[in-house]
């Protein structure tokens, strides 16, 4: 303002004066900090709602570098020497994993020693054995449960699940274990080719739940002037049996066992045979005409563990490479078989 010709200046001071801006680096180190404990959290949680095997694959995932060396560490001067002692575990198969990749290869010894463990255990108590395959299956059917999308290890119903394992844990030998045999069904016997053809066809109705879309094996049930047979076949994606053993796989134990259920309906004798294709094989234990005969064998274990009287099963037979299904082909998969007959009485 003007006063007299002279300006005055006037200056207003607020008591409140902002401080000066610093601009937004705090904001920054503060979603830095966010997201490291997010991340934390996170593994914390994979940690607690996963196994091993899924957390090795993710590991994995997000650094393919080798991790860990899955060859046994040197412990002292013998090593070298079972090393070169020790023998090739290489055999069919036995080199690859799952999809044809090779797997980390074991100590030196180590798989021809557990396989023939394996095999001599499965031969001196098959009902066991069979029991322990089964457990082994419902175990990793829940943990691949547990495992699959990586449930909230915090939810209530995880919680629940987890407090009741053990229990299921302590009860698997009964839960496998076949059921005690109620009063004995009627019996009814095909005494003619369309009898036959409708018990065949019940089979494999019986059993399409257990073949379902999944790998596993072929089945084929037909009338013949014998009875009704039953066919069960390997193919490329599905073994029924270990390579060069008589270990069957989980899903034709339950297979088995479906058809023991209609056979208990049926009267008349039970044979089981045994083939594989012309590929010549010896180890230890089997040869071609051995292996064939102790996978009848195993067969003939499976029927009974599902219920279906001893007595009824006539012969175990085991014919090697000599009866191949695919006379064209010896290597053809379907010659690796398992034959179920159902003998038919005559009228």
């Excluded at 020497?81 to 010894?109: F, M, Q, R």
């Excluded at 879309?213 to 039953?230: M, N, W």
């Amino acid at each position: 303002m003007s006063d007299g010709g002279n300006d005055i200046l006037i200056i207003k001071r607020h008591g409140g004066h902002e401080e000066e801006h610093h601009g937004g680096a705090w904001k920054i180190a503060f979603a830095d900090f966010m997201t490291a404990m997010m991340a934390f959290f996170l593994v914390l949680w994979i940690v607690n709602s996963t196994n091993k095997e899924t957390r090795t694959v993710i590991a994995r995932y997000f650094n393919p570098v080798k991790l860990e060396d899955l060859s046994r560490s040197k412990k002292g001067i013998r090593d070298d020497k079972e090393k070169n002692v020790a023998g090739d575990a290489s055999g069919p198969g036995s080199d690859k994993g799952e999809g044809g990749t090779a797997a980390p290869a074991p100590p030196p010894g180590t798989a021809q020693r557990n396989a023939a463990e394996s095999e001599a255990a499965l031969i001196a108590n098959p009902s066991e054995s069979l029991d322990a395959i089964v457990a082994r299956d419902e175990k990793a059917k829940r943990e691949n449960a547990r495992a699959d999308g990586f449930a909230n290890p915090f939810a209530p119903s995880r919680q629940e699940a987890s407090r009741q394992e053990p229990s299921r844990e302590a009860s698997s030998a009964q839960t496998i274990a076949p059921s005690a045999p109620s009063a004995p069904a009627e019996r009814t016997q095909p005494t003619s080719k369309s009898a036959a053809e409708k018990l065949a066809n019940d089979i494999m109705n019986a059993t399409r739940s257990e073949r379902g879309e999944h790998s596993g094996p072929h089945i084929q049930a037909q009338a013949t002037s014998e009875g009704v047979l039953i066919s069960l076949m390997d193919d490329a994606a599905f073994s029924m049996f270990a390579i060069g053993s008589a270990q069957p796989d989980a899903k034709v134990i339950a297979l088995v066992g479906k058809i023991a259920e209609k056979l208990k309906t049926q009267s008349g004798a039970v044979v089981v045979r045994g083939h594989t294709d012309a590929r010549p094989f010896r180890s230890p234990h089997y040869d071609n005409w051995r292996l064939s005969s102790m996978r009848a064998q195993m067969v003939f274990y499976m029927l009974t563990r599902a219920g279906l009287d001893e007595a009824r099963i006539e012969r175990v037979e085991g014919y090697g490479a000599r009866k191949p299904r695919n006379v064209g082909d010896p290597f053809a998969a379907e010659n690796r078989r398992i034959e179920i007959l159902l003998r038919m009485e005559k009228p």
